[in-house]
């Protein structure tokens, strides 16, 4: 079981000091399970994002990071150990501040992104092909050589969301660090404690130079939006909502920002016809872990016509078998929600669904039991169509739909009518089936049969309205690199 919640840390990193906001400001850190203040952060003005991309500029125009490769790995290291050290107080303050399970925790929110996050893009270094030679050539008649160099984009923007806070962070951190990046992280208003106190770890711990990592809370967009229209900025690494990607995508053209947008989904789950609908159905329940805040949670149910009334039933027993409440209970595999708007937002979401005429089979409401917390119960739509809303937008709540299909041609078709394309899953007793439908789904990742395709070596990203770019993997190294083509006369 993990600690109590500790205090948390308040001060941002700026030009490798630990401060306070410049005009005093803070902002209060809520538990989305008890809704009570845990503590404060300092809340970062104009002028402190400024002096951080000042510093980071600084950093990477004018120290050796950007090309000492060795020393960067080192840092690496060292960040890992570090943050590993605080493994047990960092769980114990996510769960507090991002009110997930703790069994998430040894998941996805923490442990297997610490893992993997800092040390494989560190290792990677070493295999990565940093420069090749074309061959010789004769252009316009002169005798010349090509060489292709791979160069670190320079300042980084990495702005974060709250679900999965610390996992986006780490990925950020290790894979623009390792490419010979700088950085400010701007994190989430609601969840900043898990990027200050790595803020405040890379300080005391660690010998990564001043203004290579900034770590910029505040309460207020704008601040982090000043990274997207900033000319020392280089690229932006977002990950968050749909319509902030595309507000960051307009406020980034006049810069010619490059953007790498890890965005929303409403991900298909296909069970074809001689799929095992029971184990899928005895698993289902697990799509509304984390209160199902997942940006790649399958959020679409697609059975086959034949076993759809089947589906339903099982379904529904799974869903009003989960267990919630008490997000530091480990017996427990959905929290609240983030916040009240959140909340609110969800609990819009099962009215329009049941007004466009969806059946409402299960939840829909608050927890009669939880008098305190954002929650909202399971809840599960059947006779869902998929042009209605609660089938085309993202809900970001433990709000699930059951579509049926025809034939797999329609089971393809309802999935990719979507504006997103994150993820997908296909079940079927035949791999190769399986195979040929997860090759028409027009997503970045697809489990088929059950498969984990979570891992810092795997690229993870949307087609469509679900992002640009790829987090991890040779994919998310080089899209943290520019290319430069030198060429020499003999
Ligand atoms: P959000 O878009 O509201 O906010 C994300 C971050 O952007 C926060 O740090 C916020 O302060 C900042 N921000 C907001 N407006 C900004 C602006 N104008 N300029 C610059 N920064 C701005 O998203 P959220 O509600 O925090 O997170 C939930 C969303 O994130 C969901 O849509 C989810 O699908 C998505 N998400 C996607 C992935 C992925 O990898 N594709 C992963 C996790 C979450």
Same mark, same amino acid.
């Given at each position: 079981?993990?600690?109590?919640?500790?205090?948390?840390?308040?001060?941002?990193?700026?030009?490798?000091?630990?401060?306070?906001?410049?005009?005093?400001?803070?902002?209060?850190?809520?538990?989305? /399970?008890?809704?009570?203040?845990?503590?404060?952060?300092?809340?970062?003005?104009?002028?402190?994002?400024?002096?951080?991309?000042?510093?980071?500029?600084?950093?990477?125009?004018?120290?050796?990071?950007?090309?000492?490769?060795?020393?960067?790995?080192?840092?690496?290291?060292?960040?890992?150990?570090?943050?590993?050290?605080?493994?047990?107080?960092?769980?114990?303050?996510?769960?507090?501040?991002?009110?997930?399970?703790?069994?998430?925790?040894?998941?996805?929110?923490?442990?297997?992104?610490?893992?993997?996050?800092?040390?494989?893009?560190?290792?990677?270094?070493?295999?990565?092909?940093?420069?090749?030679?074309?061959?010789?050539?004769?252009?316009?008649?002169?005798?010349?050589?090509?060489?292709?160099?791979?160069?670190?984009?320079?300042?980084?923007?990495?702005?974060?969301?709250?679900?999965?806070?610390?996992?986006?962070?780490?990925?950020?951190?290790?894979?623009?660090?390792?490419?010979?990046?700088?950085?400010?992280?701007?994190?989430?208003?609601?969840?900043?404690?898990?990027?200050?106190?790595?803020?405040?770890?890379? /300080?005391?711990?660690?010998?990564?130079?001043?203004?290579?990592?900034?770590?910029?809370?505040?309460?207020?967009?704008?601040?982090?939006?000043?990274?997207?229209?900033?000319?020392?900025?280089?690229?932006?690494?977002?990950?968050?909502?749909?319509?902030?990607?595309?507000?960051?995508?307009?406020?980034?053209?006049?810069?010619?920002?490059?953007?790498?947008?890890?965005?929303?989904?409403?991900?298909?789950?296909?069970?074809?016809?001689? &799929?095992?609908?029971?184990?899928?159905?005895?698993?289902?329940?697990?799509?509304?872990?984390?209160?199902?805040?997942?940006?790649?949670?399958?959020?679409?149910?697609?059975?086959?016509?034949?076993?759809?009334?089947?589906?339903?039933?099982?379904?529904?027993?799974?869903?009003?078998?989960?267990?919630?409440?008490?997000?530091?209970?480990?017996?427990?595999?959905?929290?609240?929600?983030?916040?009240?708007?959140?909340?609110?937002?969800?609990?819009?979401?099962?009215?329009?669904?049941?007004?466009?005429?969806?059946?409402?089979?299960?939840?829909?409401?608050?927890?009669?039991?939880?008098?305190? &917390?954002?929650?909202?119960?399971?809840?599960?739509?059947?006779?869902?169509?998929?042009?209605?809303?609660?089938?085309?937008?993202?809900?970001?709540?433990?709000?699930?739909?059951?579509?049926?299909?025809?034939?797999?041609?329609?089971?393809?078709?309802?999935?990719?009518?979507?504006?997103?394309?994150?993820?997908?899953?296909?079940?079927?007793?035949?791999?190769?089936?399986?195979?040929?439908? /997860?090759?028409?789904?027009?997503?970045?990742?697809?489990?088929?049969?059950?498969?984990?395709?979570?891992? /810092?070596?795997?690229?993870?990203?949307?087609?469509?309205?679900?992002?640009?770019?790829?987090?991890?993997?040779?994919?998310?190294?080089?899209?943290?690199?520019?290319?430069?083509?030198?060429? &020499?006369?003999?």
């Amino acid at each position: 079981m993990s600690e109590t919640a500790p205090n948390g840390e308040s001060r941002l990193l700026i030009d490798g000091d630990l401060v306070d906001a410049s005009d005093g400001g803070r902002f209060d850190n809520v538990n989305p /399970a008890t809704e009570e203040v845990i503590g404060q952060t300092s809340d970062a003005t104009a002028a402190d994002m400024d002096r951080a991309i000042d510093s980071a500029r600084r950093a990477f125009d004018d120290t050796s990071w950007s090309t000492d490769r060795a020393f960067r790995q080192r840092c690496l290291r060292q960040l890992h150990e570090a943050i590993v050290g605080e493994q047990e107080l960092l769980r114990a303050e996510l769960v507090a501040e991002v009110g997930c399970p703790v069994m998430t925790t040894y998941l996805a929110q923490l442990d297997a992104p610490l893992a993997e996050g800092l040390l494989w893009p560190a290792e990677y270094i070493d295999s990565f092909e940093w420069e090749r030679d074309l061959p010789d050539n004769q252009n316009f008649g002169v005798p010349s050589w090509q060489k292709v160099v791979k160069e670190p984009m320079g300042v980084v923007g990495a702005i974060i969301p709250w679900n999965y806070p610390f996992e986006i962070t780490i990925g950020k951190l290790g894979q623009a660090l390792a490419t010979g990046n700088t950085m400010i992280i701007k994190p989430a208003p609601d969840t900043p404690w898990n990027a200050t106190r790595i803020g405040r770890l890379i /300080a005391e711990q660690t010998d990564i130079p001043a203004g290579v990592v900034n770590v910029v809370a505040s309460s207020d967009h704008l601040v982090g939006e000043q990274l997207v229209t900033d000319p020392r900025v280089d690229l932006i690494s977002f990950t968050g909502s749909s319509t902030t990607g595309r507000r960051i995508m307009a406020a980034g053209a006049p810069t010619l920002k490059r953007l790498f947008l890890e965005l929303g989904g409403k991900s298909a789950d296909i069970i074809l016809d001689d &799929g095992d609908l029971e184990t899928k159905m005895a698993f289902f329940g697990f799509m509304c872990m984390h209160a199902s805040q997942g940006c790649a949670m399958l959020t679409r149910t697609l059975v086959h016509e034949s076993r759809y009334a089947e589906a339903v039933e099982m379904a529904k027993v799974a869903m009003e078998g989960v267990t919630y409440g008490d997000p530091t209970d480990p017996g427990n595999i959905m929290g609240p929600l983030i916040n009240a708007t959140q909340r609110e937002r969800v609990l819009g979401y099962v009215e329009t669904g049941v007004a466009e005429g969806a059946r409402l089979v299960t939840g829909g409401g608050r927890p009669a039991h939880l008098d305190k &917390g954002w929650f909202v119960e399971p809840t599960l739509f059947a006779d869902v169509d998929n042009s209605m809303r609660i089938a085309q937008e993202e809900i970001f709540g433990p709000v699930l739909v059951l579509i049926p299909f025809r034939d797999d041609d329609d089971a393809v078709r309802i999935a990719n009518d979507s504006e997103y394309g994150l993820s997908g899953a296909v079940s079927s007793a035949s791999e190769e089936r399986a195979m040929g439908v /997860a090759r028409r789904i027009r997503a970045g990742t697809v489990s088929v049969n059950g498969g984990i395709y979570y891992h /810092a070596a795997s690229p993870f990203g949307g087609y469509k309205g679900s992002g640009v770019g790829r987090q991890n993997g040779r994919e998310g190294f080089e899209q943290h690199l520019e290319t430069k083509t030198i060429a &020499g006369g003999q």
